[in-house]
């Protein structure tokens, strides 16, 4: 597109992917993403940020307080001036975020926090942005370069989108869920709860927090209507837990994972095992029932999805979307913007988010340029009380299931509306993600294959 001197490299990268098999699929960023796009099945997304109750938790809601900082008047091309992000010294505000360098020139009338926002996407789009001139053509492209300053080199560039940075464990749970062992029908799913380290951004320090099999989200456990489960817990924690599979209707009332009422807490070392029939589907979860506030705030969460029977919504890809408004910040499947998986589909295809909220406040999602139809909620087929919207609040404890059905190309945000969750002075975080829509399918697997690159 006549931008040879872009500094976008060249996108060999994009064709050149080999994908590989993992051999720990569930623990490998690389398989987990491989599996999401290529074989159709779900990338989800990942924010953060903080509304941390408690003081010992980092807090990064909102940014720095502003400081009075004139806007950039008349920069010279190149030269330092007080807003280059990145350099340590160079920036008014300390940031939340270590910030990279924002190089390149300094358009006019921009500050700091102009800067910061800029790099924030960078950090998101990372070296994939060169694959766009493929897939969007020159004259899209061009623009892109534009929006990010591409004519001029900066770091990002040749960095991994930084959702490629931190594993994105859940992304393609959908696709490749936790498998059971079978005892006669039974589906028999081992896990661990256990004490992680985890990055909600790959700049951020790691947090002690919780995770089921080592992580957060846990693995999704996938089963169908009308069969038996049987879900055992190892408790490697140094306290108690307990587990709900949120939205079950038990036949067994002390499968119910509430301690002290319809069970014990189990202890450091001990397992519990929880059976039952999952007889009603849909977009379920289980999680820690016990000290939850603090165990789920950790981490201690995941999906858990039965397919119905003759389901009438059939989509193309699935993406799980949870959300978590505690310990991590602002987060979606544990990660926080730039660090959060885009949605991907090609013009033609439907996706399913399955949105679910596991935190403590209601966070509206808003759908940059699409509709979406809401055709479950809490798991129950809405029929013909489906309905469409753009911004759909998602409160604690709730799920919804909306379609998408892609048909115009473009990288479109998609985040939750309550602006102080996403938006700071140091630009986008949290709960920010994107519906990226491009023309072809083979498109969504160039943009796989180049992140796994
Ligand atoms: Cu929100």
Redesign the pocket.
Known sequence: MGQETSGLGPIAAVETAEPDAAEHPELSRRGFLRGAALAGGGIAAATLAACAPGAAQPVWTYGPVRTTEPANGSPEPGAPTATPAGTPAASAVPTATPAPTNGGTIPPGWSSHDLNARTVVRRYVGNLAPAFEGIYGAEAFGKLVKILGAQEPYPELTAKPAFVQVPQLVLNDLLTPLQPELDGDTKVFRLTVDEIEWQVDELKPPLAVFGYNGQWPGPTIRVNQGDRVRAIFTNNLHETTSVHFHGVEFDDPFMDGVPFVSQEPFAPGEEFTYEFIARNPGSLMYHSHHNATDQVGRGLLGAFVVDRRNDPNKADREYVWISN?AVGG?TINGHGFPAVVPVLAAVGETVRIRFMNEGN?M?PWHSHGYTMRVVERDGHDLGSAAFECDTLGVNPGERFDALITADRPGIWAFH?H?LP?VEGLDGMFG?VTSLIVVPEKEHVDAIVNALLA
């Open positions: 408004d602002f406040m966070h939750c309550i969750h709960m």
